[in-house]
């Protein structure tokens, strides 16, 4: 640990806790002669573990990735999906507990109770276990990105309803006489629960209560045989969750004893250490949960306790706040293109102006065809790029331009 606070370090002896495995990003190695050659080459896919200047280390996929863009808009079939499986639950807990709790003795009432936590364990496996194979589907190409982002946006729902019916549990617990569920294990099993509910997928959700039916979001949906990624563009915010499956391992001792999570977590994110104020909780012998608060957003990262490396990391970061690359010019037909790319794979700024006047001009602004957005009248777009290599253009009813964009 490198700038933890004697405030901090006191926090921590209260808390307890464990943690995963985190990948940090690639540097930026752009070019500044602005050619579609020479972008070509200036990242790789399959991004390593490397110290990132300026800013956040982050999470990277490993392996042959398939990364495409999806318009989210809501449906009635994933709503449909996600009633029933809260009137499974909810008929489920009913008749563990709730339809003969009243009548029943204390031991009675006590084995109920057990049953039911136990199933809402099972559940957990299970949300865990559809996710896993929904990803790996997707990137053998046996499923679709529609269909893996409503499997993940379920997972939100049903861990919702699971962890309120493990409050309710907690509820009908204390009503039995020498019988509790251990507060420090259902802490951990409700932190398990928060794998699935991200601030990305709460943000998708939150379009299904918007009536107009219009509301959409362009979201980069990337997977690999190990583990996935999702990111979106908010505004000006740039959001990202990345899993890393390979980085997971249950059936493996705690790696860690004291402060070492919490340590090993600062050396995975040595410029979040530096200029963040972390909140650390000890979930062991499971894993580490941090969240940092730190001048460019919000960084929150599970460590396995197992492999001792970050599992699922989740990022919130202001997009104007990142270190800058400037490329460009891209000149085209009557249109001219220059970008301001972010460190690894985040988001990068594109700006289009006339090729005349060198005004700003409203373009729209598609990735391999698809439609991701409009410059707008000060010419420019935050974009959320595709891994890999992908054609970038800029149209106008008066002119065109194109760029190769790798990330």
Not at 156 to 184: F, G, K, T
Not at 324 to 333: A, C, I, K, Q
Request: charged residues 25%.
């Amino acid at each position: 640990m490198n700038n933890a606070t004697p405030a901090l370090l006191a926090l921590l002896l209260v808390l307890s806790v464990p943690a995963m495995t985190v990948v940090a990003a690639e540097p930026a190695r752009g070019t500044e002669d602005g050619s579609n050659a020479a972008l070509g080459r200036q990242a790789s896919p399959q991004l390593l573990q490397t110290d990132v200047a300026n800013t956040t280390n982050r999470l990277q996929l490993t392996g042959d990735v398939r990364s495409e863009y999806i318009d989210y808009r809501p449906n009635l079939g994933m709503a449909l999906a996600s009633a029933d499986d809260e009137l499974r639950i909810d008929h489920e807990q009913y008749t563990l507990v709730e339809e003969e709790f009243n009548s029943a003795t204390a031991d009675e009432r006590a084995a109920m109770i057990q049953r039911a936590y136990e199933r809402l364990k099972e559940r957990a496996d299970e949300l865990e276990q559809r996710e896993r194979e929904a990803v790996r589907a997707h990137a053998a190409g046996d499923h679709s990105t529609a269909q893996l982002l409503q499997t993940l946006i379920r997972n939100h729902n049903e861990a919702e309803i699971l962890s309120e019916r493990l409050d309710e549990l907690d509820a009908y617990a204390d009503r039995v006489p020498d019988y509790s569920l251990s507060s420090r294990q259902t802490r951990v099993d409700k932190n398990v629960f928060e794998f699935h509910r991200t601030s990305l997928r709460a943000s998708l959700d939150r379009l299904s209560e918007i009536p107009t039916g219009r509301s959409h979001q362009n979201v980069v949906v990337s997977t690999s045989e190990t583990g996935y990624s999702l990111s979106m563009m908010e505004s000006s915010n740039y959001i990202v969750e990345t899993t890393r499956f390979d980085n997971r391992d249950e059936s493996a001792p705690d790696q860690f004893e004291d402060l070492e999570a919490f340590e090993r977590t600062m050396e995975l994110y040595p410029w979040a250490d530096e200029h963040g104020s972390p909140h650390f909780q000890d979930n062991s012998p499971d894993h580490y949960w941090t969240e940092i608060g730190h001048s460019q957003g919000r960084l929150e990262i599970y460590l396995d306790a197992g492999t001792g490396d970050v599992h699922r990391e989740v990022q919130e970061l202001i997009a104007p706040s990142l270190p800058p690359e400037s490329l460009g010019p891209w000149r085209g037909d009557g249109l001219n293109m220059t970008m301001n790319r972010t460190p690894t794979s985040g988001p990068i700024k594109v700006m289009i102006t006339d090729q005349r006047t060198g005004e700003p001009v409203n373009a729209a602004i598609t990735f391999d065809g698809t439609e991701i957005g409009r410059t707008g009248d000060d010419g420019s777009l935050w974009v959320t790029p595709l891994l890999g290599t992908h054609q970038l253009e800029a149209k106008t009813s008066d002119g065109v331009v194109n760029a190769t964009v790798t990330r």
